[in-house]
């Protein structure tokens, strides 16, 4: 999806959750934080790795919380997580923000589930 958004000159960003978090700190830390959200809004495809590979500060949580209420319904967002989605909520101890952020990335998401014994690096990395 993200190559064929790339060959559309869409606008994509891929960012690990910890460095979205880190910029979103950045940004609250030199009054830069709306230009920062107002450019994420901006980017047609946002994909976002490591999701709730870590568990999020009560912080991170607002600044996520107010980054996909500002995405919500406007531009897609995808997800990468080895965490499924029912076990999101658990992962931040702001119970009511948790729920609206739950409630608006599932809410008319397209879930695909990947099984797979291996590593996927292990398959890329072998050497023929």
């Known amino acids: 999806m993200s190559n064929k958004a790339c060959q559309q000159y869409r606008k994509v ?8 978090f880190d910029r979103l700190t950045i940004a609250e830390r030199t009054d830069s934080k709306k230009r920062l959200l107002d450019a994420l809004v901006k980017v047609e495809l946002l994909i976002i ?9 009560r912080q991170q ?3 996520l919380h107010t980054l996909i209420d500002r995405r919500h319904k406007t531009a897609s967002t995808i997800h990468c997580t080895q965490l499924p989605p029912d076990q999101w909520h658990d992962r931040m101890d ?4 948790a729920d609206a952020i739950v409630d608006r990335i599932v809410t008319n998401a397209h879930a695909t589930v990947l099984h797979c014994d291996d590593s996927m690096r ?5 050497i023929d």
Request: proline share 7%; net charge negative; charged share 20%.
């Open 49 to 57: 790795d490591d999701w709730f590979l870590t568990t999020p500060s």
């Open 13 to 20: 960003l891929y960012l690990p959750a910890g460095e979205l």
């Open 94 to 97: 702001e119970k009511i923000l």
């Open 122 to 126: 292990k398959h890329f990395t072998q």
């Open 61 to 63: 949580v607002q600044q």
